[in-house]
Nanobody
Framework: QVQLVESGGGLVQPGGSLRLSCAAS????????MGWFRQAAGKEREGVVCIASNGNTAYADSVKGRFTISKDAAKRTLYLQMDSLKPEDTAMYFCAAAPLGGVISGGSWLSADEYDYWGQGTQVTVS
């Protein structure tokens, strides 16, 4: 079965750092585009960053220069390094997969509808 399991969230002071992980199984990780989304209380889910199967990346303007996405194909794990955290980064962070790829090349990576698989999320609180 398909599984995406996030970990690494927690409570951090403004200016601090966290590293999120997403362990993937049950689908072809190497062929998939992978993304991180977040949803703050009372707000809509928003795209944070995506990494395509070929390594191309796309970042939301709000996190550019502070967050870095990476992946380890051998471990089938996606990472999000978050530095210089701000209170407005507080949200539930979700790992998502688009197994057919094409979300960056097609310009649709910010749309949650483009991703077929989702994790349960990990909470990040900056305070």
């Amino acid at each position: 079965q398909v599984q995406l399991v996030e970990s690494g969230g927690g409570l951090v002071q403004p200016g601090g750092s966290l590293r999120l992980s997403c362990a993937a199984s049950g689908f072809t990780f190497d062929d998939s585009d992978m993304g991180w989304f977040r949803q703050a209380a009372g707000k809509e889910r928003e795209g944070v960053v995506c990494i395509a199967s070929n390594g191309n990346t796309a970042y939301a303007d709000s996190v550019k220069g502070r967050f870095t996405i990476s992946k380890d194909a051998a471990k089938r794990t996606l990472y999000l390094q978050m530095d210089s955290l701000k209170p407005e980064d507080t949200a539930m962070y979700f790992c998502a997969a688009a197994p057919l790829g094409g979300v960056i090349s097609g310009g649709s990576w910010l749309s949650a509808d483009e991703y077929d698989y989702w994790g349960q999320g990990t909470q990040v609180t900056v305070s």
